[in-house]
């Protein structure tokens, strides 16, 4: 029963361009959306979050859009950077204790 | 840096002994939590403690057992180790923010369990 999915295991992009990494989810109850980003043998470090009642949230070069009606939500890199290359993940919860997380998807910014 | 220290990083096992991972946190956090990762399936969280001798379970309880006598230390014990407990386990603290309570992860710990 995975509530929360992202479909695309990789994902290439080149320098300066965008990188566009996409969640679905089921649970309508879900209230609370994040992204993580993981480099190798490193735990997950918190990236952004969005709350249930806004759209959007932008920290520098990293935007999430969320649509509640479609139960996506999106995370934007703006310019993508080689740093960037790493797993993300997605993750959603109800409540502060029970967070569904993604099984990742695998960024590669080239030079 | 949230603080949050695992032991032992790696660790190898045989199948059907006991196993503990240690995770000890700084910062006095009241929320602890432990999770798997394994591939094609994300972070899955196995238990979490909301204070001392407060604990419940989480996704994936089967087969673990936490317990946590001081606020700082939150142990994950495998009673008797299968293979299938072969993964990277994470603990994760929640740090309140003005807006979120957001999770923060320690380094891990590789366990294979043969």
């Known amino acids: 029963d995975q509530q929360v999915k992202q479909n695309s295991p990789s994902l290439s992009v080149q320098e300066g361009r965008i990188s566009i990494l996409n969640c679905d989810y089921t649970?309508?109850?879900?209230?609370?959306f994040l992204w993580y980003k993981k480099y190798p043998a490193e735990g997950p470090t918190f990236l952004i979050s969005?709350?249930?009642?806004?759209d959007k949230n932008e920290d520098g070069r990293f935007t999430v859009f969320l649509n509640k009606s479609a139960k996506h939500l999106s995370l934007h890199i703006v310019p993508s950077q080689p740093g960037d290359s790493a797993v993300y993940f997605c993750?959603?919860?109800?409540?502060?204790?029970?967070?569904?997380f993604g099984a990742g998807t695998r960024l590669t910014v080239k030079p | 840096d949230a603080g949050i220290t695992q032991s032992p990083r790696h660790k190898v096992t045989e199948t059907g002994t006991p196993v503990t991972l240690r995770c000890h946190q700084t910062?006095?956090?009241?929320?602890m939590y432990w999770y798997r990762q394994d591939p094609g399936h994300g972070l899955r969280l196995i238990h979490y403690?909301?204070?001392?001798?407060?604990?419940d379970k989480g996704e994936v309880s089967d087969g673990y057992s936490v317990s946590r006598s001081k606020t700082e230390d939150f142990l994950l014990t495998l009673e008797s180790a299968t293979s299938s407990q072969t993964s990277v386990y994470f603990c994760?603290?929640?740090?309140?923010?003005?807006?979120?309570?957001?999770?923060?992860f320690g380094p891990g710990t590789r366990l294979t369990v043969l």
């Open positions: 649970n309508s109850m879900f209230d609370y």
């Open positions: 994760a603290i929640t740090r309140t923010s003005a807006d979120y309570n957001e999770q923060f």
């Open positions: 993750a959603a919860s109800a409540n502060n204790n029970d967070m569904r």
């Open positions: 403690s909301y204070g001392v001798k407060d604990t």
């Open positions: 910062e006095n956090h009241r929320y």
């Open positions: 969005i709350s249930s009642i806004k």
